[in-house]
């Protein structure tokens, strides 16, 4: 397959499947492979495909971390403490 690296590189990167790329060995070229070694083959040297879909430019979300609230509770011991419960009565 070596000597039909190009070949099979330009296949790649059209995004055939290594079916399709060992079927055309086949018919075009008289070598006999299988789809098997056409994977391990392109592996094994890098040869990738194309992606189908280019990566969006995704939008970044920054997070941002609430300040925490400085309460002061300040207790005049002098009032009494009124109690109300919330809802009805």
Same mark, same amino acid.
């Given at each position: ?6 070949e099979i %590189? *330009?296949?790649? *990167?059209?995004? +055939?499947?290594?079916? $399709?790329?060992a079927d +055309? ?9 299988? /789809?098997? %070694? ?11 495909? /194309?992606?189908?879909? #280019? #990566?969006?430019?995704? %939008? ?10 400085? %309460? ?7 009032? #009494?403490?009124?109690?109300? $419960?919330?809802?009805? *009565?």
């Open positions: 397959m070596e000597a039909f690296r190009s %590189a *330009s296949m790649r *990167s059209s995004n +055939w499947p290594f079916k $399709k790329i +055309w060995l086949r018919e075009n070229r008289q070598l006999e492979v299988s /789809k098997e %070694a056409v994977r391990q083959f392109c592996n094994i040297r890098g040869i990738e495909s /194309k992606p189908l879909h #280019p #990566p969006q430019h995704q %939008a970044r979300t920054v997070l941002h971390q609430p300040k925490k609230a400085q %309460a002061k509770f300040e207790y005049d011991d002098s009032v #009494p403490i009124v109690i109300r $419960k919330n809802g009805p *009565s």
